[in-house]
């Protein structure tokens, strides 16, 4: 944990998440000797101390994807955003 700030990869098709690392791009490489592939993990922030649905925050390096069509740190595409709230709020409770 980084203060109040949780770092994480999600695994989209999967529907699994590794969290708890200094750099994404650390668990990234984890995920994908494990199975992942590379177009379905996806780097968030986790601010648990924020009201729960504040608490997902779309920014990592691993997320600039120009041959996917995201061009920056966050996650241009919004269905892929709210399937990731999904995936987390199923895998982490209150």
């Known amino acids: 944990m980084h203060g109040r700030l ?3 990869v999600v695994d ?3 529907q699994i998440m590794a969290v ?3 750099m994404h791009v650390d668990v990234e ?3 994908l000797q494990n199975n ?3 177009e379905n993990l996806w780097g968030i922030n986790i601010h648990p101390g924020k009201p729960k649905q504040e608490w997902i925050e779309f920014n990592s390096m691993i ?3 120009t041959a ?3 061009r920056t740190r966050g996650i241009e595409n919004l269905d892929l955003q ?3 709230i999904t995936i987390v709020n199923k895998l982490i409770s209150e």
């Open 6 to 8: 949780v770092k994480a």
């Open 12 to 14: 989209v098709e999967r």
């Open 20 to 22: 708890d690392v200094s």
């Open 29 to 31: 490489d984890e995920l």
């Open 36 to 38: 992942s592939q590379q």
């Open 63 to 65: 997320n600039i994807r």
């Open 68 to 70: 996917q069509g995201n």
């Open 82 to 84: 709210k399937k990731i």
